[in-house]
Structure formats: C-alpha cells, structure tokens
C-alpha cells in the first residue's frame, strides 16, 4: 500500500524514480510524486500528479537533461489515500514548512491531530490533510531545536509517533544524505557497487536491476545513508545496530508483461508453471515410484507441529479463502481441529491461544498489517507461527518461527491470482506431509493424492485452453448487475473466491454462498437476470448440488456449471458449463478457481476497465 522509491548516488536520479514507481504502481495508483536534489542549499525540485504515474513522468520530463545530471539524489512516492483525498496537494513528497526537509511515507500516523495542534502551537502551518505533514513537520521541529542533525531529529520525532512508517527523509543543506526508518511497513535498502549509490523501495523489486545486495529494515530502526560510507543503522533509542545485508534474487523477467496484455492475465496463464515450481524439490518420487514429501519446515519443527492438538489460520481477503481450504485439508488428513480468523478480527478480539497451537498465517506479499499483529499475538502467547508466504524476505517471513515460500514470482495483477493456488498446493503439501507423520492418512491415499498432485500443472493447462470460449460467455455477463457463486465442501472457499474477483476487477456485486445455504435466503434473488455460477464437480456432494442447482432452475435462474469433464448429466441440464478434468476432490480447487479467474477478467476487460489496477485498490494492504 503506497510505494516509496529513493536513490542516492552519482546518477539522474529521476529516471531511476520513475522507472521504480512504475514497478511499485501496483501498491497503489491515486496520485505520485519526487523531489530532487543535487546542490546543497538549492530549494528541492519537487514535482506531483493526480493519477497515475505516467502523468508524473510528463511532468518531470519538462527538466533540462543538464539539469535533471545533477541531480543526483531523490525520493519518490505512489499513492494510495488514507488520510485525505487523492490531489497533488496531498500527494508526497511533503515539504516541511521551512522547506529544508522533504519525506515520503507509508502507513499511518495515528496521533497526527494531536501532533498537529502541537505544531500550530509552535507557528507550523500545513498544505495538505495528510498525517504525513505532520511528521515531516515534528522531525523539521527537533530538526531546528537541535542544530540541524537529521538523525537525532527523525528518531525524536519518531519517538513521539504513535503509528506505522516507512519513510525517507532528505535535506536541502545536504543533498548527499538520506535518512530511512520503519515500523510495521517495509521499507529495503540496495547497496550499490562499493557503496558509492545506494537505492530504497518498499519492496525489493525496482532494485534488483541495480543490486542483488540489500538490508530489510527492522522496526523502529534509522539507517544513515550516504554515499562512499556503509550505511549506518540505530534504534529508535538511538543505540547502534547490527547491519544485515542479505541476496535477494527476483526474477526480472516477473516484473513484465511478457506479451500479455495484462499482468493478471500473465498471472493466471503462469500457473501450470508456478505450481509446479511450488512442488519442486518437495513433492518427490523415489527411485521404487513411491512419492514423498520433504518440507524442512516440518522436519525442523517436527515435535512441535506433531503435539499441535489445535491449528489458527489468519490471513485475509484472498489469503483468507486458501485459509479455508487448508482447514479442510488438514481436518481430513491429519485430524487437527483448525480454525480460520480473519487477521483483522483476531488480533482485536482476546482470542484463546494455547502455547502448543501453531497459528499458520497465509499471505501473498508477506506485509498484510492485519496479518503481522496476529503474528505478534499468536508469538506473544507462545504459540509456533508458521508462514505460508510469498514475498521472500518480507516481514511475515520474517516474523514466522518456520514456513513455507510458495515461490510463485512476484504478482503484480492487484487481484491475486497464482498466489491463490500457490497457497493451496502448500497446504496440500503441509497436511500431506504433517498426516503421514502423524499416521493420519493412510500409505494409499497418500500415495494417490501424491501422484495427482503432480498431474496438476498439465490439467491446469487444460482447463486454461477453454479461455476462448470463457471470453466468449463472459460477454453476457457484462450486462449483469449481481452475480452469486455457489460450491460445497472445497469448492465452497473457491465460490467464495470466483465472487471476490468478479467483485474486485469488474465492479460487479457477486456473492459466494455454500449451496445449501442458498435456500436460508439468497434464494429470494435468484431471476433470469442474475447468472449463477455454480462448481458441479465429482465428489462426495455431487448430487447434494445437482439438487441445488435444480432448486435455482426451477425459480428461472441461469446457471454457469464448473462440471467434471464428461458430466453428460450436468450437460443436459444447462446450457453454459465449463469443464475441469476429474482429480481428487481435495485437489479441485486448484483447477475450478481457473475459469472463476478468467470469467472475472474477461467480464472486466470486456467493460473496458483496468484490471491490474482496479479502482480503490492496491497491492499489499500496510495499513490496518
Ligand atoms: C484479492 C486480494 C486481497 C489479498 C489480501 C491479503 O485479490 O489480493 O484480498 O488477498 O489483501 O493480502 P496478502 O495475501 O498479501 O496478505
């Protein structure tokens, strides 16, 4: 949520800006801007736009090519508004009222009115509505008091702060210095070549063009920059701390589009072969065709998951819905009473954790904030906390005892996509290896799902070569004004998936329902207007639904079927189906949320919206 870029060094900082906010865009698109400087004492070059990047990038592109060499030092910021509404005024960088300090800022600051009526009570005026004025405002206060010290005065300020940060502050008497600091919202440093240019993003990823070396900030830690020095760090009491620089390794081909026209679209036709990079070196067969499962999570934290009598999943939106699958699965293999929280309610809510429980948190980019303070009450009760992540090195790996990376690359698309079936082949890898261990699966069954599990990536290209005729039906369903989702057992989650994205990315009401549920009340909605999809696969409810279904047809209600290839059944009875090849029926969700993906991206396209970036959203949610 909101991207910050910076750089400091020997080049034209603004392309290098520029560029790295493009690549953050996806955390939020409501307004942008830089500040530059090169000459100490010369007023910041500052330049905002309403919008989208590309609308900055006009602007900035008005500088002089002399002039845009020199400088040589900037910050830059994509927004996504919490605390007034998008505008330039309100967009970062922010300028103290002396203007010798320019910040920009991610998260919130809680406490901003009362800092704010402090300032006016010391002469401070302000532009904007944004809480991010207020700080720059409280460090430019100690920044005067105390003779011009940057460091001590971004770590007073801060100490007053109540709130989530990330920031990068620069000064005018100083154009070779940055100051950088988080809490609770991340914040990475590159290191370039002997430490003679240094770059910052929220995230690893605009750096990795420049360096594979880099330090993740900690909480409530300041790092010094500047270049031709190492950078320094400190705590919020000033003390020093360690530096850790770290590899990161993204692959950069991730970050395109690679000829497809959207991200999400990429996104979803890249699953066959994120699956399977999920498995890799994981779901193994041996030399005698037997498979087996090596996590070395599980092996490492091997007596504590096996004492586990009670498993918390927390995660949200999305997350949340692959939460609810890894319920089941672990339910059905390993016989562990599992619940699943939302993040957000958890973490307020006293709930009761036991210190031999293990809470699995489920998260794409690793930085949910919701998600993180359920971490830190799950760990301040003494309980194991097991990360299912994606962004490598992010804060939720880095808080989790163990985990899991479902290495599915970067997603950039805003609605996830891979990252949802990455989550389950997890969980399914998880509850498969946790149940042989525990002895609560038997050989056979484990061998069988084993062995389907490794069909997935082909079946999932079947399923993604029906994209035309998926296209083809999404165009009538353009026109519709609400849409329900209907699935039972595993599919119920993958319904309530099918719904979220429609939601997200076409601005269409969906809402996914257990099918049995329907006649407890939605049901009353159901008319020829309202589509119905419905996931009519073989397993153990098949009839159960069939039934629901004719329930929904006899009210005149139109029903898109998910069916098992070859359902001649389903076939007869409505007139729109999708088919998926047969599997396990735990496995199913992996390939009936494909069509749920594409109904919802083609139905977007097809109303002209955008759907790597639909409207009030961003990627990575910092803010609670
Ligand atoms: C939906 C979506 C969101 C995320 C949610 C959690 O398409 O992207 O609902 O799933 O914000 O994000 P992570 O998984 O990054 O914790």
Redesign the pocket.
């Known amino acids: 949520m909101c991207g910050i870029v910076g750089y400091i060094g020997h080049q034209s900082a603004a392309p290098i800006l520029i560029k790295g906010l493009h690549q953050l865009e996806y955390r939020g698109y409501d307004s942008a801007g830089i500040a530059l400087s090169g000459k100490e004492q010369q007023a910041f070059h500052l330049f905002k736009a309403k919008g989208k990047v590309s609308n900055l990038e006009a602007k900035v592109s008005s500088v002089d090519s002399a002039e845009s060499a020199s400088l040589t030092t900037g910050i830059g910021h994509t927004r996504w508004a919490t605390h007034g509404e998008p505008s330039e005024t309100n967009a970062h960088p922010h300028l103290s009222m002396s203007g010798e300090l320019a910040l920009v800022h991610n998260g919130i600051i809680e406490n901003y009115q009362l800092l704010k009526e402090q300032l006016s009570g010391y002469g401070y005026q302000f532009k904007s509505q944004t809480d991010t004025e207020v700080l720059v405002q409280l460090i430019d206060y100690f920044y005067q008091k105390n003779g011009k010290q940057l460091m001590k005065a971004v770590s007073q300020a801060l100490n007053k702060a109540i709130g989530a940060y990330a920031i990068v502050v620069m000064e005018q008497s100083n154009p070779n210095h940055l100051v950088a600091a988080r809490k609770a919202s991340p914040l990475v440093i590159g290191i370039g070549k002997d430490n003679e240019e240094f770059f910052l993003g929220s995230d690893a990823t605009p750096l990795v063009e420049y360096t594979h070396k880099v330090i993740y900030l900690d909480d409530e830690q300041i790092a010094d920059i500047q270049p031709g020095t190492a950078v320094t760090i400190t705590n919020l009491d000033e003390s020093l701390a360690n530096v850790n620089i770290k590899d990161v390794d993204i692959d950069i081909s991730a970050l395109s589009k690679g000829g497809f026209p959207h991200f999400m679209q990429k996104e979803i036709f890249e699953q066959p072969h994120c699956i399977e990079n999920s498995m890799r070196g994981r779901v193994i067969q041996r030399e005698d065709g037997l498979y087996e499962i090596k996590l070395s999570a599980l092996t490492n934290f091997k007596a504590k998951l096996i004492r586990a009598r009670h498993v918390i999943i927390v995660?949200?939106?999305?997350?949340?819905?692959?939460g609810l699958i890894g319920k089941q699965l672990i339910e059905e293999m390993c016989r562990i009473r599992v619940e699943v929280e939302y993040?957000s309610e958890f973490r307020y809510r006293n709930p009761v954790i036991e210190k031999d429980d293990v809470v699995i948190a489920?998260?794409?980019?690793?930085?949910?904030a919701?998600?993180l303070a359920a971490i830190q009450l799950a760990k301040s009760e003494g309980a194991l906390v097991f990360g299912i992540?994606?962004?490598v090195g992010s804060s939720?790996a880095r808080a989790a005892d163990t985990g899991i990376y479902i290495h599915v690359g970067p997603?950039i698309?805003?609605?996830?996509?891979k990252?949802?079936t990455g989550?389950i082949t997890v969980l399914t890898m998880l509850a498969l290896a946790l149940g042989n261990a525990l002895g609560t699966i038997s050989e056979e069954k484990f061998q069988n799902i084993c062995s389907q599990l490794t069909t997935i990536p082909e079946k999932m290209e079947m399923v993604l070569k029906q994209n035309d005729k998926i296209e083809q039906l999404s165009e009538r369903f353009t026109y519709a004004k609400n849409f329900l989702y209907l699935g039972r057992g595993y599919n119920y989650p993958v319904a309530l998936?099918g719904a979220?994205?429609l939601k997200?990315?076409s601005y269409i009401h969906a809402e996914g329902y257990p099918a049995a549920e329907m006649k407890h009340g939605p049901i009353a909605l159901v008319d020829k207007e309202m589509p119905i999809v419905t996931i009519a696969t073989h397993d153990e409810l098949y009839h159960k639904i069939i039934s629901n279904m004719q329930e929904v047809q006899s009210r005149n209600g139109s029903i898109l079927a998910i069916i098992t290839e070859g359902d001649d059944e389903v076939k007869r009875m409505v007139s729109e189906y999708v088919e998926i090849p047969s599997i396990h029926s735990c496995l199913v969700p992996l390939l009936s949320v494909l069509p749920m993906q594409l109904l919802a991206y083609h139905v977007a396209v097809k109303k002209g919206l955008n759907v790597d970036m639909p409207r009030n959203?961003a990627?990575?949610?910092t803010v609670e």
Do not use: P
């Open positions: 995660a949200c939106g999305t997350s949340w819905h692959a993040a489920i998260s794409q980019s690793g930085e949910t919701d998600t992540v994606n962004g939720i997603e698309g805003v609605a996830s996509t990252a949802f989550q998936e979220l994205k997200e990315i959203l990627k990575s949610v």
